[in-house]
């Protein structure tokens, strides 16, 4: 990668790291000045359609991510944990 476009990967994860606290705040207090009584239909309606549509999870998943990671360990893409913090 050049130069240029890792200078713009760093602004742009920078930028990133300085919004994501204060995009924290806006959302908390949008939820807390949220008038859930005045909504309460909408509310239950969501509510409803989640129970009548959802599918209930039979697993986490967390089966399924450590085959990704053992898989990516086999390949010859990964780096070997001790190259990784050679100097």
């Known amino acids: 990668m050049q130069e240029t ?20 705040e806006i959302k908390r207090q949008e939820l807390r000045a949220f008038d859930y009584t005045a909504n309460q239909d909408l509310i239950d309606g969501m509510l409803c359609w989640a129970c009548e549509h959802g599918r209930p ?7 399924e991510q450590q085959r990704h ?19």
């Not at 999870?57 to 089966?63: K, Y």
């Not at 990671?69 to 001790?82: C, G, H, I, Q, Y």
Request: overall charge positive.
């Open 5 to 24: 476009g890792k200078k713009r990967l760093r602004q742009y994860v920078e930028r990133w790291k300085q919004a994501g606290p204060r995009l924290a």
């Open 57 to 63: 999870r039979l697993a986490t998943g967390l089966v």
């Open 69 to 87: 990671f053992m898989k990516l360990r086999k390949s010859e893409t990964a780096v070997p944990v001790d190259e990784e913090t050679a100097p």
